[in-house]
């Protein structure tokens, strides 16, 4: 593990007390994301993103997935720390190993959009397919149009009508006109069996570690600096945040976070 950033509680503005004093204090990972989400979000402090990288890095570092996902992204566009696309690759790849759905999602994008000189469709199709098979509406688009187009897997509109429905069903309205397009080239029989295999689909959970980041039972700015227990997940951010990744054009279809 890379060692921390050199930041400390002692530095910390006196906004941020009570229990999230103490246990950041201690070294607590969960801690540490926190005061990362609050410079990043301006919660209680001002916006700071290269003090939120600092501090999601240290989270990262003793392996909280959801700070490895963010950190990523911020490492990704460059946001409070110098862009490198390798090193949110490699974040990606740690949070995407404990499962979290949003770090697989950005790790197929990375393959789609050509990381490595050139569009590797081949890993971007494994990598969305994981994250489509977890509910992630952009990952489900994306391999719709990869199917579509036999980009990196067989050409299939069977399979692209699937995944454009389960989207669509999800409220992107891009993905219902993809799916009514690709709708139309299947003969009834085909159609048919995509539907059922809509109706069919049930998302896979994604892991606990995979998302969660324990906090007190009354919360982090409780004044009696207890530290937070195992358990006591905070709720998941939307998969909206952290900003979207700009589109990749191919064709009549669109790969790329949107």
Not at 17 to 40: D, F, K, Q, T, W
Not at 53 to 60: H, K, M, S, V
Request: glycine fraction near 8%; include cysteine.
């Amino acid at each position: 593990a890379a060692p921390a950033p050199a930041v400390s509680a002692d530095k910390l503005p006196t906004a941020i007390a009570g229990a999230l004093r103490v246990a950041v204090a201690a070294g607590n990972p969960a801690a540490e994301y926190e005061i990362g989400m609050r410079y990043s979000e301006g919660r209680g402090v001002p916006v700071d993103l290269e003090v939120a990288t600092q501090w999601f890095e240290r989270a990262a570092t003793h392996g909280l997935a959801p700070a490895q996902y963010r950190l990523g992204s911020l490492y990704e566009k460059g946001q409070g720390v110098k862009k490198d696309l390798n090193k949110a690759r490699t974040l990606y790849l740690q949070a995407a190993e404990k499962g979290n759905a949003k770090a697989i999602h950005n790790l197929a994008v990375l393959y789609a959009e050509g990381i490595d000189g050139k569009p590797d469709y081949t890993s971007a199709v494994q990598w969305f397919r994981q994250a489509a098979q977890r509910g992630i509406a952009d990952s489900q688009y994306n391999l719709g149009v990869l199917c579509a187009r036999g980009l990196g897997t067989d050409k299939d509109f069977g399979e692209s009508y699937k995944w454009f429905a389960l989207a669509a069903a999800r409220g992107d309205m891009e993905s219902a006109k993809k799916r009514d397009e690709v709708g139309s080239r299947l003969d009834p029989e085909a159609l048919a069996a995509a539907q059922q295999a809509v109706k069919s689909f049930v998302p896979e959970p994604q892991p606990e570690e995979a998302t969660a980041v324990p906090k007190p039972p009354d919360g982090w700015d409780n004044a009696d600096g207890s530290t937070p227990p195992a358990a006591a997940p905070a709720k998941p951010k939307a998969h909206s945040q952290p900003a979207p990744h700009a589109p990749l054009s191919l064709g009549s279809f669109t790969v790329g976070k949107r």
